[in-house]
């Protein structure tokens, strides 16, 4: 079983719309939790830390529920340049990142 | 400031050859991180340099991966008889210091091994 699972998507979203999509991960153990973006051909990029009682970015609001072990990420207001791949991160040790494959998401005009 | 940059963007080889993979952190940075990116797929874990000395090497996938960084900057990523399924995205990653869960990635080398 993989450390970190995603929907790998596609989500095709027209603009203005809201798209959400969650991760789980295995370890529960896991101590910190991220988006990051990535675009084509491009390096991730960190979009948001999730914490605990949740917490909003402008249009981007992740959530963590440790019980179920998931997180979230909710994406409002969609704007084409939000078409990119989201990858959840977890990290166990202080260091070292377990990354999810990506959720792909196209907002269309 | 510049980020972490990475030479060369794209290397193409052939089985069986040597090729080496270099990494610039950002200035300050002390702890420095490979990550390996196949199509389709997140990145992975390779190798962890705290400083000089590697901290933490359980990614790498065998004993023909090697990655070195001598004064605890630049690192240079090694692999011994490329074989085809070592063409990926090698990604390098920096940290202000071990345990600051913002890392700063690279651009990326892409390896393509014919």
């Known amino acids: 079983r993989k450390e970190v699972e995603q929907d790998p998507g596609p989500f095709n979203v027209p603009e203005g719309a809201t798209v959400a999509f969650n991760c789980t991960y295995s370890?529960?153990?896991?101590?910190?939790f991220f988006w990051y973006r990535q675009d084509c051909r491009k390096e991730p990029k960190l979009l948001m830390s999730?914490?605990?009682s949740g917490n909003e970015d402008g249009r981007f609001t992740a959530q963590l529920n440790r019980a179920s072990q998931y997180i979230s990420l909710l994406i409002r207001d969609s704007k084409l340049s939000d078409s990119a791949t989201y990858l959840c991160v977890v990290i166990a040790l202080d260091y070292k990142l377990s990354f999810g494959a990506g959720t792909t998401v196209t907002v269309r005009a | 400031g510049a980020g972490v940059s990475q030479t060369p963007s794209n290397k193409v080889t052939e089985k069986g050859k040597y090729v080496e993979l270099r990494c610039d952190p950002i200035?300050?940075?002390?702890?420095l991180y490979w990550y390996r990116q196949s199509l389709g797929q997140g990145p992975e874990f390779l190798i962890y340099f705290q400083g000089t000395g590697a901290a933490d090497d359980s990614g790498l996938p065998n004993d023909r991966f090697f990655a070195v960084r001598p004064e605890g900057s630049v690192s240079t990523l090694k692999i011994q008889r490329t074989e085809r399924g070592d063409s990926a995205v090698y990604l390098c990653?920096?940290?202000?210091?071990?345990?600051?869960?913002?890392?700063?990635f690279g651009p990326g080398t892409r390896l393509t091994v014919l």
């Open positions: 200035s300050g940075h002390t702890a």
């Open positions: 370890n529960s153990a896991s101590q910190s």
């Open positions: 999730v914490y605990s």
């Open positions: 990653a920096s940290s202000l210091m071990s345990g600051d869960n913002e890392q700063f």
